[in-house]
């Protein structure tokens, strides 16, 4: 009788309401088949009320609309009320928040609102689909497109996340399905040319379990497995002789997360994913109160909840999480909750903080202080961000100069990766340079960084296919791994997955998928890091982060574009968040703590992601977006996305600043 217990498994999550709705009938009524086959149908992995009508409807069980709502109130005591949209001055209206800290309704998102959000009305290809059985990957391109053009239909607003490493268990948990699920079968009609990938919703890859190495060894075939390039004779490796000194101070999977259960054996079953959220915003607020009461100006701050008892005369200062906010005709009207209670906050144009309002994105975690009307409006003067100190203490210089690379987005597989271009990037780091002060570099060089979409993937966005030159994940780790053994051996390269990768799709991402990515894993002087990750550089802290937050930025503060990226990382490090918006474009993991907080100020923050080489200072902050090795693709040029591909910056770790860029951008025209 365990609906949620059995969508889980299957990846499927369900909200509370379309769980008091369907879970008398789960069994008796219909089948775990029968809903997951319609909620697939329908491009979603969530069954929220509304997709739970339709379903009973669609069976004859049900004719006119329940009334779930009252339902809800009844077991739950708690006035289920309509929720505001937030209203962006860009956007008019955006998917809805949550009230995760309460304990009921609605803590996925109101459905309703949800659905209806322009972030999954849009054609959002990595968030989305629903390839989740077993694909050939030697599909024709129309069968291909017709796969991909099916995901594109899905919607998007939350993650699955948990669990994507549990094998679908359709067959085992569903014996009764008959010809229902001949659908999900992970069966192949033609097996010998199965590859073995197998796509979880939105698109990413899951592990598979059965043996992934072709029985005698040999692959068909292995690009760049003839490139050898030899450090140059002579050259001069200076950093060969200084001491390495890294520490990873930060990686997901070293993180140990205690799975959520149930409060009681009696306790409603819905209350599990409840408490997921629950626990993942208390784990927001808690890292985000911590940072906001570092900032002296934000003091006597107060529960929301205590607002009405205490009676406070004068300003108070409260600290919440944002669930709603709007324009209104003489400011802005906030939504804010943190655990104790619920509160409108308004900000009047006329105030010097009301520019803040433009800072603040759903979910964020902010500070407003002002004076407490009893209508239940706090009227604030001032809006604090967590934002990060105006300085950074200089750390102590080191014995000489080290350098480090940052790459990312190499995607290897792509036929729009500048093949000849990293080719001449490898050769250059082998000593082939053009003047003395790039050897002077070269011979510096003891990291490189690789932050994410490392290979291209398969089925990651619409009409990939006809633009892979590897269709085949395996053989593109094999590929990659053939060019970077031609990193030269003392060059610690740090490798962290992105959007592409055979990796978890929801943020953060542990690592890379080892049955995929085997050939990276065995490369001997290869780290791999989680997206996000902290490396301690010779003492500097590097902040590692693909960085998808950047579109949740780019969608929900005014101004700000996917071409200058920097910007939208200065937001990021205001907020103090990687991903602040739980239902936007970037699907989160519902893990029961908040990983992607930024919660110790870096040194140097990286991102790749968005293709475009972008760096600023950000108060004492070094932000940096790393360029690409893809050309522009067709999906791209729809889109308007102009990549800056070749472009290779190298920092100087003493001072955590760029020293130069190397363009090898030259050698990527006309791919
Ligand atoms: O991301 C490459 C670029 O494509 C980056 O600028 C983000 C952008 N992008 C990613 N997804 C979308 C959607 N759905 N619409 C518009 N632009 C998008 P990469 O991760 O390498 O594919
Ligand atoms: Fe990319
Ligand atoms: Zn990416």
């Known amino acids: 009788m365990n609906l949620i217990r059995d969508l889980m498994m299957n990846k499927y999550l369900i909200t509370p309401s379309a769980y008091f709705l369907l879970q008398d009938r789960y069994k008796k009524e219909f089948m775990l088949s029968e809903l997951i086959k319609f909620a697939k149908a329908r491009g979603t992995f969530v069954i929220d009320n509304a997709l739970a009508e339709e379903f009973l409807k669609s069976k004859g069980l049900i004719t006119t609309k329940p009334l779930i709502v009252e339902t809800i109130e009844k077991s739950t005591g708690v006035q289920s009320t309509p929720r505001e949209t937030y209203g962006g001055t860009q956007t008019n209206s955006t998917a809805s928040s949550k009230t995760a800290l309460e304990n009921l309704p609605l803590p996925l998102g109101s459905e309703e609102s949800a659905s209806e959000s322009p972030a999954s009305r849009e054609e959002s290809y990595i968030s989305t689909g629903t390839i989740s059985k077993k694909m050939s990957l030697s599909l024709s391109s129309e069968e291909t497109e017709a796969v991909e053009s099916l995901a594109t239909k899905g919607q998007s607003f939350i993650s699955t996340g948990a669990g994507s490493d549990v094998q679908p268990s359709l067959e085992a948990e569903t014996p009764e399905n008959g010809d229902s699920m001949a659908e999900f079968s992970s069966g192949n009609e033609n097996e010998d040319e199965v590859t073995g990938a197998v796509y979880e919703d939105y698109g990413g890859l899951v592990p598979v379990e059965e043996e992934i190495i072709p029985k005698g060894g040999v692959k068909s075939y292995s690009t760049y497995s003839d490139l050898v390039i030899t450090p140059r004779k002579g050259f001069n ?360 907080v930024i919660e110790s100020v870096p040194d140097l923050f990286q991102t790749g992601h968005v293709h475009v080489l972008q760096y600023q200072v950000y108060h004492g902050v070094f932000l940096i977006n790393s360029a690409t090795w893809q050309a522009q693709t067709e999906f791209q040029k729809m889109v308007n996305i102009v990549p800056t591909p070749g472009k290779v910056p190298i920092i100087d770790i003493e001072t955590a600043r760029l020293k130069t860029v190397i363009d090898f951008g030259k050698w990527c025209e006309g791919v």
């Open 237 to 596: 490796f200076r950093a060969k002789e200084i001491p390495s000194d890294y520490e990873i101070k930060f990686d997901v999977e070293n993180i140990k997360l205690k799975p959520p259960k149930a409060k009681n054996a009696n306790g409603k079953e819905g209350e599990i994913i409840v408490q997921v959220y629950a626990s993942y915003f208390k784990s927001r607020m808690r890292k985000m109160r911590k940072i906001l009461r570092e900032n002296p100006e934000v003091s006597s701050v107060l529960d929301i909840g205590k607002l009405n008892y205490v009676a406070p005369e004068g300003e108070v200062t409260i600290i919440g999480l944002i669930n709603s906010k709007r324009e209104t005709r003489k400011g802005y009207m906030f939504e804010v909750e943190d655990g104790t209670g619920t509160i409108k906050v308004f900000i009047g144009r006329d105030k010097e903080d009301y520019k803040k309002v433009f800072d603040i994105v759903p979910d964020s975690v902010v500070a407003f202080k002002g004076y407490y009307s009893k209508k239940g409006i706090l009227f604030a003067n001032n809006i604090y961000l967590p934002d990060v100190p105006l300085y950074k203490h200089n750390k102590p210089p080191l014995d000489e100069k080290v350098y480090a690379v940052l790459l990312s987005d190499i995607h290897v597989g792509s036929n729009k990766f500048c093949e000849k271009a990293f080719i001449k990037f490898l050769e250059w780091l082998n000593g082939e340079v053009n003047s003395r002060e790039e050897e002077e570099i070269v011979s510096r060089i003891k990291y490189i960084i690789i932050d994410g979409d490392v290979v291209d993937g398969v089925g990651i966005y619409p009409g990939q296919y006809n633009e892979l030159n590897i269709p085949d994940v395996f053989d593109q780790y094999e590929a990659l791994a053939n060019l970077l053994a031609n990193v030269p051996d003392h060059m610690t390269m740090f490798i962290g997955p992105g959007n592409h990768d055979a990796a978890r799709m929801a943020l953060p991402q542990p690592g890379f998928y080892k049955e995929y990515a085997y050939p990276i894993l065995k490369l001997k002087n290869a780290v791999i890091i989680s997206n996000p990750a902290v490396i301690n550089l010779h003492g500097r802290e590097f902040l590692i982060y693909h960085g998808r937050g950047i579109e949740d930025v780019v969608s929900f503060i005014p101004n700000r574009s996917h071409h200058r990226p920097a910007e939208a990382m200065v937001n990021l490090l205001k907020l103090r968040h990687l991903a602040p918006t739980f239902g936007g474009k970037v699907p989160i993991a519902p893990d029961p703590e908040d990983l992607l």
